[in-house]
């Protein structure tokens, strides 16, 4: 089973940043980061095919693509892979967010 992460500013108490990460701060964001794609559709394939509607930024590590997806104001990554923590860090630091486990 996969460990589900978010990077959220839901439990800063104040500060200049907005409480939310804003879509469109995230298209910004992610767009300068050129490791990162954007897609409104996840597929995930094996025995079987299933498609997710979302707004997912697709992180390019060697041959594998591993989604950050955008949802109600907070970024979700699975830590899956091991090499998603440092980037998770990262774009969380980047965004004056934290990651928490969730």
């Given at each position: 089973m996969s460990q589900r992460f978010r990077i959220t500013r839901g439990f800063q108490e104040n500060g200049n940043l907005a409480q939310i990460i804003s879509l469109e701060e995230c298209k910004r964001y992610f767009t300068s980061k050129p490791d990162f794609s954007y897609t409104s559709v996840f597929t995930v394939?094996?025995?079987?095919?299933?498609?997710i509607e979302g707004?997912?930024?697709m992180w390019s590590y060697g041959d594998i693509k591993i989604p950050f997806r955008h949802y109600q104001g907070d970024i979700y990554v699975s830590g899956t892979n091991e090499a998603v923590i440092p980037k998770m860090i990262e774009v969380a630091g980047d965004l004056g967010a934290e990651v928490m486990e969730g």
């Open positions: 394939s094996g025995a079987t095919s299933m498609s707004d997912f930024f």
